[in-house]
């Protein structure tokens, strides 16, 4: 069965960085895109990246456009989510998650990982 394991999150001090990992078994990784999600205690999940199959397209929220870089290693059937200039409304569990084309829904997700905590303190 598919599954999706995230890595890397952690409590970091506001201005620092973090680099989570998702690393995809059982499905053709270089067939899906990837998207990354959070949601943060009492609010609704939201989207955060994005990334086509071959990792030619990205896609960002405005909040994290420029301080947040998705990127992918087909080879290791890996996403990744590069985060720098953190700051305490970063903080969220962070989900990955698989489709045959990126986007911006986490509705439209098939396959979810469990998520990995971001805590960013001030």
């Known amino acids: 069965q598919v599954q999706l394991v995230e890595s890397g999150g952690g409590l970091v001090q506001a201005g620092g960085s973090l680099r989570l990992s998702c690393a995809a078994s059982?499905?053709?990784?270089?067939?899906?895109?990837m998207g990354w999600f959070r949601q943060a205690p009492g609010k609704e999940r939201e989207f955060v990246a994005a990334?086509?199959?071959?990792?030619?397209?990205?896609y960002y929220a405005d909040s994290v456009k420029g301080r947040f870089t998705i990127s992918r290693d087909n080879a290791k059937n890996t996403v990744y989510l590069q985060m720098n200039a953190l700051n305490p409304g970063d903080t969220a569990v962070y989900y990955c998650?698989?489709?045959?084309?990126?986007?911006?829904?986490?509705?439209?997700?098939?396959?979810w990982g469990q998520g990995t905590q971001v805590t960013v303190s001030s």
């Open positions: 998650a698989a489709r045959y084309l990126a986007s911006v829904k986490g509705s439209e997700y098939p396959y």
């Open positions: 059982g499905l053709t990784f270089s067939n899906y895109a």
């Open positions: 990334i086509t199959w071959s990792g030619g397209t990205t």
